[in-house]
């Protein structure tokens, strides 16, 4: 089977991506993010975010998460965060690590997204010296069910969270599906938003390695080139990080890949949801599928080659990369309808 729907991690490089890795090869240049790509592709954030942002280039996502909340917090703070979020689950207690110790505090939402009320209700929870203070609410677009805050939902977290003080982080591992799917311009659901951080995905995107942290509040960028360096996240041979985000910024690539990942899913969401047996456990909003599948379906599948994720109870979560083709859905389909019908 050349194609799986367990992570869009399994896809390979966006061609655009590799070809301006491949362009960046050429000659010396500068390290340590002192060349022209570094420089491009981080003017080209700001022209797409439409405001004078810092932009870091770092590895992972972990560490792209973990880095900008520690700058968001001291030791002794918390962040507050949807109880399936990744930073809560997938993260092998990074964010905490490199925040010296802050604690995540988790919210409940439906389909994975927070309320202000539960922003609210952990904040005004305790109040005491022995309680970790509040000092972040932290959003993850396309959330991990695959729904999608709107520009409206973000604003009105991000004001609840101004009036106790808090600082807004997004975690965008899949912030290009986001933006593809909801057709707005990317500062209307971060900055304008009320957003002061966001982890920009790049790897889900369809790049080799990397994410973009971007610091709309500039102020909170200080000394962060000290964090990525002590946590090994500053790249010497930067170009090679910066490169092909170029390559997938510069002629909108980015959301042409997005929305047809996100076509397939929705392909695959409607077709599931005809079979006999089915249900679908969340809207199918970005390039996730998640659906609650039986038993000796999901084993059926997996005999014939399919890989995919088990998630909450019997559900499965099948995931659209960038290169995921119309037929492969099919294929999946037609498997899955023989052994609901079996």
């Not at 952990?122 to 005491?128: H, M, Q, Y």
């Not at 999901?298 to 399919?306: E, F, H, K, Q, V």
Request: aromatic fraction near 10%.
């Amino acid at each position: 089977m050349a194609q799986h729907f367990a992570s869009d991690n399994y896809a390979g490089i966006c061609p655009e991506a590799f070809a301006a890795f491949a362009e960046a090869n050429s000659d010396h240049a500068m390290a340590y993010g002192d060349d022209e790509w570094t420089r491009r592709v981080s003017d080209r954030m700001r022209a797409i975010f439409e405001t004078d942002c810092d932009v870091y280039f770092v590895f992972n996502g972990t560490a792209a998460n973990s880095l900008a909340l520690a700058s968001l917090c001291q030791s002794y703070h918390s962040v507050i965060c949807h109880e399936a979020a990744h930073v809560m689950t997938d993260e092998c207690g990074a964010p905490e690590f490199f925040s010296n110790g802050a604690k995540l505090l988790a919210a409940a939402g439906e389909f994975g997204r927070i309320s202000p009320d539960e922003v609210t209700r952990l904040v005004e929870r305790r109040s005491d010296i022995h309680y970790p203070k509040p000092r972040v609410v932290t959003l993850t677009q396309a959330t991990e069910l695959g729904t999608l805050y709107r520009p409206e939902q973000i604003a009105a977290i991000s004001e609840r969270a101004r009036q106790y003080g808090l600082r807004v982080h997004m975690d965008g591992a899949r912030f290009a599906n986001a933006v593809a799917s909801l057709a707005v311009k990317p500062a209307d659901i971060t900055w304008r938003a009320g957003v002061d951080v966001l982890c920009f995905g790049g790897t889900k995107m369809g790049l080799p390695v990397g994410e973009a942290v971007v610091f709309f509040d500039r102020r909170l960028s200080e000394d962060f080139a000290y964090r990525c360096k002590q946590a090994g996240q500053l790249a010497s041979k930067m170009r090679f990080l910066a490169a092909p985000w170029l390559g997938m910024l510069e002629d909108g690539a980015w959301l042409r890949r997005a929305a047809h990942a996100n076509a397939m899913a929705e392909r695959l969401s409607r077709g599931l949801a005809d079979l006999p047996g089915l249900r679908l456990i969340a809207p199918t909003e970005a390039n996730g599928v998640f659906v609650d599948l039986p038993a000796e379906v999901a084993a059926g599948l997996r005999r014939r080659g399919w890989r995919f994720y088990d998630f909450i109870g019997s559900a499965a979560r099948f995931m659209c990369a960038w290169d995921i083709e119309a037929e492969t859905v099919d294929a999946l389909l037609e498997d899955a309808r023989s052994l609901c019908e079996a």
